[in-house]
């Protein structure tokens, strides 16, 4: 990590998991809003992510199943906990739908990401289902549990929370107290 007289734009690395695209086109958009607002955002699938020492701070997502995140995206949370270094870590789940979005509850595996990454913030965001591009064993679920079709996510509130994020980072970037 660079110290803090070397950062005039920190570089955040944005990676999550997604099984159908949906929240990679999160993680996507929180790198663009990050991009236009001080930082330099390095958006990877969690599959790519060779390590991680070479970013000032981390975003990263996961779609959920089953109220569980993705195997790709514990397996980064994980490497963020065996570096040891401190690093600026915020999450995301993507998979609420319907209005107002189910399930209502955080998934659950939430509590052990947050310990392994020491994430500063965790950010549920409503997510797509497109039942056409569902396996067999996905529309049996879906259909089962009475899950709308459609995409509810909420650009706005990832912008704005994408915002926020840029914004500690570069005011951290350019304090001296850091």
Known sequence: MRT????????????AGSK????AEIAARIGQTLDGHHCRAVVIAPREVENIETFDAVV????????????????IARMIAATGTPLPVWIFSSG???DPPKPE????????????TKARQHRVFPGKIDK?????GEKAIVLALKVPDGDFRDWS???GWAAAIAEELVAQAVSPAN
């Open 4 to 15: 803090t007289n070397e950062m005039t734009q920190p570089t955040v690395l944005v990676t």
């Open 20 to 23: 159908h695209g949906s929240t």
């Open 60 to 75: 990263l997502g996961s779609a959920v199943y089953a109220g569980r995140w993705t195997q790709d995206a514990m397996a």
């Open 96 to 98: 609420p739908v319907g």
């Open 105 to 116: 509850e955080d998934p659950v595996d939430t509590a052990e990401v947050v310990e392994l």
């Open 132 to 136: 056409t591009s569902l396996n067999f």
């Open 157 to 159: 509130a990832v912008e």
